[in-house]
Protein backbone atom coordinates (compact mmCIF):
# COMPACT_ATOMS: atom_id res chain seq x y z
CA UNK A 1 0.00 0.00 0.00
CA UNK A 2 1.34 3.48 -1.19
CA UNK A 3 2.16 5.59 2.06
CA UNK A 4 0.29 8.97 2.11
CA UNK A 5 -0.17 12.22 3.95
CA UNK A 6 2.41 13.15 6.88
CA UNK A 7 4.21 9.84 6.41
CA UNK A 8 5.32 11.38 2.88
CA UNK A 9 6.18 14.42 4.49
CA UNK A 10 8.08 12.95 6.79
CA UNK A 11 10.01 10.64 4.46
CA UNK A 12 10.86 13.70 2.51
CA UNK A 13 12.44 15.22 5.16
CA UNK A 14 14.23 13.31 6.30
CA UNK A 15 15.45 12.21 2.73
CA UNK A 16 16.91 15.75 2.90
CA UNK A 17 18.21 15.91 5.75
CA UNK A 18 20.15 13.19 4.63
CA UNK A 19 21.27 14.54 1.10
CA UNK A 20 21.00 18.01 2.15
CA UNK A 21 23.68 18.08 4.81
CA UNK A 22 26.77 17.41 2.23
CA UNK A 23 25.40 20.84 0.43
CA UNK A 24 25.19 23.11 3.21
CA UNK A 25 24.90 26.54 1.76
CA UNK A 26 25.02 29.70 4.49
CA UNK A 27 25.61 31.77 1.51
CA UNK A 28 21.42 31.00 0.74
CA UNK A 29 22.35 30.59 -3.10
CA UNK A 30 18.72 31.51 -5.41
CA UNK A 31 19.54 30.73 -8.67
CA UNK A 32 20.28 28.18 -11.17
CA UNK A 33 22.69 25.43 -10.87
CA UNK A 34 25.41 23.93 -13.16
CA UNK A 35 28.49 22.32 -12.74
CA UNK A 36 31.46 23.34 -10.93
CA UNK A 37 34.37 25.42 -13.28
CA UNK A 38 35.94 27.49 -10.42
CA UNK A 39 37.80 27.17 -7.18
CA UNK A 40 36.72 29.78 -5.07
CA UNK A 41 39.59 31.67 -4.43
CA UNK A 42 39.66 32.30 -8.86
CA UNK A 43 36.31 33.76 -8.98
CA UNK A 44 36.47 36.83 -10.44
CA UNK A 45 35.57 39.92 -8.64
CA UNK A 46 33.64 42.40 -11.13
CA UNK A 47 31.69 46.05 -11.18
CA UNK A 48 28.93 45.12 -13.18
CA UNK A 49 28.08 42.31 -15.64
CA UNK A 50 29.27 41.69 -19.89
CA UNK A 51 28.31 40.39 -22.63
CA UNK A 52 30.69 37.05 -22.35
CA UNK A 53 28.43 36.41 -18.63
CA UNK A 54 25.59 34.58 -17.94
CA UNK A 55 23.70 35.48 -14.84
CA UNK A 56 23.09 32.08 -12.62
CA UNK A 57 21.51 33.81 -9.64
CA UNK A 58 22.23 36.02 -6.37
CA UNK A 59 23.98 35.02 -2.79
CA UNK A 60 23.99 36.64 0.47
CA UNK A 61 25.39 35.95 3.75
CA UNK A 62 24.85 37.10 7.25
CA UNK A 63 26.48 37.24 10.34
CA UNK A 64 25.79 39.08 14.04
CA UNK A 65 28.81 40.61 15.30
CA UNK A 66 29.42 41.05 18.90
CA UNK A 67 33.24 42.18 20.49
CA UNK A 68 34.80 41.61 23.81
CA UNK A 69 35.24 38.59 26.39
CA UNK A 70 32.60 37.48 27.30
CA UNK A 71 30.33 34.17 28.53
CA UNK A 72 29.66 32.28 24.76
CA UNK A 73 26.43 29.36 24.64
CA UNK A 74 26.63 27.47 21.64
CA UNK A 75 27.25 30.65 19.63
CA UNK A 76 28.37 29.84 15.98
CA UNK A 77 31.29 30.51 15.12
CA UNK A 78 30.60 32.62 12.26
CA UNK A 79 28.80 35.02 14.52
CA UNK A 80 31.93 34.81 16.86
CA UNK A 81 34.47 35.28 14.33
CA UNK A 82 31.63 37.88 12.01
CA UNK A 83 33.34 39.78 9.36
CA UNK A 84 33.03 40.98 6.18
CA UNK A 85 36.01 38.72 5.18
CA UNK A 86 34.23 35.69 6.41
CA UNK A 87 31.08 36.43 4.66
CA UNK A 88 32.94 37.21 1.28
CA UNK A 89 34.88 33.84 1.25
CA UNK A 90 30.99 32.36 2.26
CA UNK A 91 29.61 33.94 -1.22
CA UNK A 92 33.03 32.81 -2.85
CA UNK A 93 32.51 29.22 -1.64
CA UNK A 94 28.72 29.25 -2.20
CA UNK A 95 28.87 31.03 -5.98
CA UNK A 96 31.38 28.45 -6.74
CA UNK A 97 29.43 25.12 -5.80
CA UNK A 98 26.65 26.95 -7.78
CA UNK A 99 29.02 27.00 -10.86
CA UNK A 100 29.78 30.23 -11.04
CA UNK A 101 32.61 32.27 -12.19
CA UNK A 102 32.54 35.82 -11.21
CA UNK A 103 31.20 37.86 -8.48
CA UNK A 104 29.16 40.90 -9.72
CA UNK A 105 28.29 44.05 -7.86
CA UNK A 106 30.11 42.29 -3.94
CA UNK A 107 28.18 44.76 -1.36
CA UNK A 108 28.56 44.53 2.59
CA UNK A 109 26.33 46.76 5.31
CA UNK A 110 26.52 47.24 8.79
CA UNK A 111 23.70 47.65 10.58
CA UNK A 112 22.93 48.18 14.87
CA UNK A 113 21.38 44.54 15.32
CA UNK A 114 18.04 45.05 17.69
CA UNK A 115 18.21 41.27 19.39
CA UNK A 116 21.45 42.09 20.77
CA UNK A 117 24.10 44.36 21.05
CA UNK A 118 26.33 43.47 18.10
CA UNK A 119 26.20 44.36 14.86
CA UNK A 120 24.45 42.80 11.66
CA UNK A 121 26.97 42.19 8.82
CA UNK A 122 25.27 41.25 5.53
CA UNK A 123 27.37 40.66 2.32
CA UNK A 124 25.31 40.10 -1.39
CA UNK A 125 26.54 39.81 -5.03
CA UNK A 126 25.04 38.23 -7.83
CA UNK A 127 26.27 35.43 -9.52
CA UNK A 128 27.37 35.01 -13.40
CA UNK A 129 29.98 32.71 -15.39
CA UNK A 130 31.46 33.22 -18.78
CA UNK A 131 29.43 31.56 -21.83
CA UNK A 132 32.04 33.04 -24.30
CA UNK A 133 35.57 34.98 -24.77
CA UNK A 134 38.77 34.13 -23.78
CA UNK A 135 38.39 33.81 -19.88
CA UNK A 136 35.44 31.12 -20.12
CA UNK A 137 36.31 27.58 -19.00
CA UNK A 138 33.31 25.20 -20.83
CA UNK A 139 34.26 22.35 -18.97
CA UNK A 140 33.26 21.40 -15.57
CA UNK A 141 35.92 21.52 -12.61
CA UNK A 142 38.25 18.09 -12.31
CA UNK A 143 41.76 18.42 -11.41
CA UNK A 144 41.65 19.35 -7.13
CA UNK A 145 43.42 22.64 -6.53
CA UNK A 146 46.96 22.91 -6.98
CA UNK A 147 49.54 25.41 -7.51
CA UNK A 148 51.37 24.71 -10.74
CA UNK A 149 55.32 23.82 -10.39
CA UNK A 150 57.38 26.87 -11.04
CA UNK A 151 55.61 29.64 -10.22
CA UNK A 152 56.02 32.35 -7.81
CA UNK A 153 55.61 31.60 -3.90
CA UNK A 154 52.14 31.99 -2.78
CA UNK A 155 50.66 35.56 -2.01
CA UNK A 156 49.24 36.29 1.41
CA UNK A 157 45.53 35.56 0.35
CA UNK A 158 46.78 32.42 -1.46
CA UNK A 159 48.05 31.17 2.16
CA UNK A 160 44.76 32.73 3.46
CA UNK A 161 42.61 29.68 1.20
CA UNK A 162 45.39 27.27 1.54
CA UNK A 163 45.61 27.43 5.66
CA UNK A 164 42.23 28.63 6.94
CA UNK A 165 39.19 26.02 6.70
CA UNK A 166 36.44 26.97 4.31
CA UNK A 167 34.30 29.58 5.59
CA UNK A 168 31.16 28.00 5.28
CA UNK A 169 31.98 25.55 8.16
CA UNK A 170 32.14 28.36 10.85
CA UNK A 171 28.14 28.21 10.34
CA UNK A 172 27.85 24.92 11.22
CA UNK A 173 30.72 24.76 14.27
CA UNK A 174 29.27 26.10 17.60
CA UNK A 175 31.13 27.33 20.28
CA UNK A 176 30.68 27.43 24.47
CA UNK A 177 33.06 29.36 26.93
CA UNK A 178 32.74 29.70 30.69
CA UNK A 179 34.87 32.48 32.22
CA UNK A 180 37.19 31.81 34.95
CA UNK A 181 37.64 35.47 34.97
CA UNK A 182 34.99 38.56 36.07
CA UNK A 183 37.07 41.11 33.44
CA UNK A 184 39.64 40.06 30.79
CA UNK A 185 40.68 43.25 28.38
CA UNK A 186 42.88 42.39 25.80
CA UNK A 187 42.65 43.60 22.38
CA UNK A 188 40.90 40.92 19.54
CA UNK A 189 43.57 39.20 17.33
CA UNK A 190 43.71 36.49 14.38
CA UNK A 191 43.57 33.06 14.71
CA UNK A 192 46.59 32.49 12.98
CA UNK A 193 48.07 34.84 15.95
CA UNK A 194 47.16 32.86 18.78
CA UNK A 195 49.71 30.24 20.05
CA UNK A 196 48.61 26.71 20.68
CA UNK A 197 50.49 25.18 23.77
CA UNK A 198 51.18 21.77 24.71
CA UNK A 199 50.91 23.12 28.69
CA UNK A 200 50.09 26.14 30.63
CA UNK A 201 53.27 28.56 30.94
CA UNK A 202 54.11 29.77 34.45
CA UNK A 203 53.66 33.24 33.44
CA UNK A 204 50.17 32.40 31.78
CA UNK A 205 46.66 32.38 34.12
CA UNK A 206 43.59 30.10 32.81
CA UNK A 207 40.90 32.75 31.27
CA UNK A 208 38.66 28.96 31.06
CA UNK A 209 37.56 26.42 28.88
CA UNK A 210 36.70 26.93 25.49
CA UNK A 211 34.67 24.04 23.08
CA UNK A 212 33.85 23.75 19.79
CA UNK A 213 31.33 21.44 18.06
CA UNK A 214 30.00 20.12 15.28
CA UNK A 215 27.30 17.79 14.53
CA UNK A 216 27.80 15.32 11.33
CA UNK A 217 31.17 15.58 9.88
CA UNK A 218 33.66 18.31 10.43
CA UNK A 219 37.60 17.94 9.48
CA UNK A 220 39.04 17.88 13.18
CA UNK A 221 41.52 19.95 11.52
CA UNK A 222 38.50 22.82 11.40
CA UNK A 223 37.42 22.65 14.94
CA UNK A 224 40.97 22.73 16.52
CA UNK A 225 41.44 26.25 14.13
CA UNK A 226 38.35 27.37 15.52
CA UNK A 227 38.84 26.85 19.04
CA UNK A 228 41.63 28.99 18.13
CA UNK A 229 39.20 32.00 15.92
CA UNK A 230 37.35 32.10 18.89
CA UNK A 231 40.10 32.45 21.58
CA UNK A 232 41.49 34.99 19.27
CA UNK A 233 38.11 36.84 19.02
CA UNK A 234 37.99 36.90 23.06
CA UNK A 235 41.08 38.39 23.35
CA UNK A 236 43.30 35.13 24.61
CA UNK A 237 46.64 35.11 22.99
CA UNK A 238 47.30 31.38 24.23
CA UNK A 239 45.10 28.07 23.67
CA UNK A 240 46.51 25.35 25.88
CA UNK A 241 46.01 21.81 25.68
CA UNK A 242 43.42 21.24 22.77
CA UNK A 243 42.20 17.66 22.38
CA UNK A 244 39.38 16.73 20.54
CA UNK A 245 37.31 13.97 21.09
CA UNK A 246 33.44 12.34 19.95
CA UNK A 247 30.26 11.69 21.32
CA UNK A 248 27.67 10.16 19.13
CA UNK A 249 27.46 12.05 15.94
CA UNK A 250 28.54 15.64 17.75
CA UNK A 251 32.46 16.03 17.23
CA UNK A 252 34.45 18.66 19.33
CA UNK A 253 37.82 20.14 20.10
CA UNK A 254 38.67 21.81 23.74
CA UNK A 255 41.36 24.18 25.01
CA UNK A 256 41.86 25.76 28.02
CA UNK A 257 42.40 29.99 27.12
CA UNK A 258 45.39 31.68 28.88
CA UNK A 259 47.13 34.84 28.95
CA UNK A 260 50.30 36.55 30.46
CA UNK A 261 49.41 37.91 33.80
CA UNK A 262 50.87 41.20 32.60
CA UNK A 263 49.70 42.42 29.26
CA UNK A 264 53.19 42.59 26.88
Not at 15 to 42: I, K, V, W, Y
Not at 109 to 127: K, P, Y
Request: net charge neutral.
Amino acid sequence: MRASGPFVLFGGVVLCLLSCAGRFDPAHFDGTREPQRAEPESLRELAASTSELEPLGRVRASCSARSGFRRLDQEALSDVDCSTERLRRALRESAARAGGEALIDVACSSQRSSSNDGDLVSCSADVARYRNGELASLRPLSAPRATPQGRPAPSPSDVLWIDEPDASLAFRIWVSFTPALAEFKRPARRGAEVRELPRLPLTDAALGELVASCDGECEERALRYGVLVAAGRLGAPDVVAVRCFRSGSRQSCVGTLAAPERDE
